[in-house]
T-cell receptor, first 113, second 114 residues
Framework: NAGVTQTPKFRILKIGQSMTLQCAQD?????MYWYRQDPGMGLKLIYY???????DKGEVPNGYNVSRSTTEDFPLRLELAAPSQTSVYFC????????????FGQGTRLTVV | AQKITQTQPGMFVQEKEAVTLDCTYD???????LFWYKQPSSGEMIFLIY??????QNATEGRYSLNFQKARKSANLVISASQLGDSAMYFC???????????FGAGTRLTVKP
């Protein structure tokens, strides 16, 4: 039972490049989230999904896109990477009940140079 | 939108003493859940404790307890008998029954002194 798996763990991008951060969960959770955490700061919600085919913007969606074609996968796409997107990205998942905690992946450390 | 506020950027506590980390929230949802997570220097997010808005009693989980005051919209984390391994960032978070997103506070960095 792997929980939430994020790949890659580390990545360096050049300005203007694009990439996809992968997130997969094997707990059959409906809700999935993408957060970014800048150094010394809290987690900011980028996008979230309440089920396959349904996504919605969070607090800081600009510069990112998501899709949810299956329950298991929730990839985050960065188009035209900018230095401001240098951050640690966390994916999380949970059930559709407000009293269950979210399970987090190990994070992806992204540097844009 | 939901909002979580943690007003203590950093806290210090002596080993074996208790410490309270503050968290206030704002939501329009009639029911919601409040969570605390620990993030050690290694970076992973570790779930500590949960409190439901309709729970009559404060949640406890080992050395962690949640001081829930619904009228004041506060959900403070109390760590008893602090240990050196408790040094970490602590985040308060909330998810509502109607709002599907899960929002986090800015965090409090706790340092336990020997």
């Amino acid at each position: 039972n792997a929980g939430v798996t994020q790949t890659p763990k580390f990545r360096i991008l050049k300005i203007g490049q694009s990439m996809t951060l992968q997130c997969a969960q094997d707990m059959n959770h409906n809700y999935m989230y993408w957060y970014r955490q800048d150094p010394g700061m809290g987690l900011k919600l980028i996008y979230y999904s309440v089920g396959a085919g349904i996504t919605d913007k969070g607090e800081v969606p600009n510069g990112y896109n998501v899709s949810r074609s299956t329950t298991e996968d929730f990839p985050l796409r960065l188009e035209l990477a900018a230095p401001s997107q240098t951050s640690v990205y966390f994916c999380a998942s949970t059930t559709n009940r407000e009293y269950t905690e979210a399970f987090f992946g190990q994070g992806t450390r992204l540097t844009v140079v | 939108a939901q909002k979580i506020t943690q007003t203590q950027p950093g806290m210090f506590v002596q080993e074996k003493e208790a410490v309270t980390l503050d968290c206030t929230y704002d939501t329009s949802d009639p029911s919601y859940g409040l969570f605390w997570y620990k993030q050690p220097s290694s970076g992973e997010m570790i779930f500590l404790i949960y409190q439901g808005s309709y729970d009559q009693q404060n949640a406890t989980e080992g050395r962690y307890s949640l001081n829930f005051q619904k009228a004041r919209k506060s959900a403070n984390l109390v760590i008893s008998a602090s240990q050196l391994g408790d040094s970490a960032m602590y985040f308060c978070a909330m998810r509502g029954d109607n709002n599907n997103d899960m929002r986090f506070g800015a965090g409090t960095r706790l340092t336990v002194k020997p």
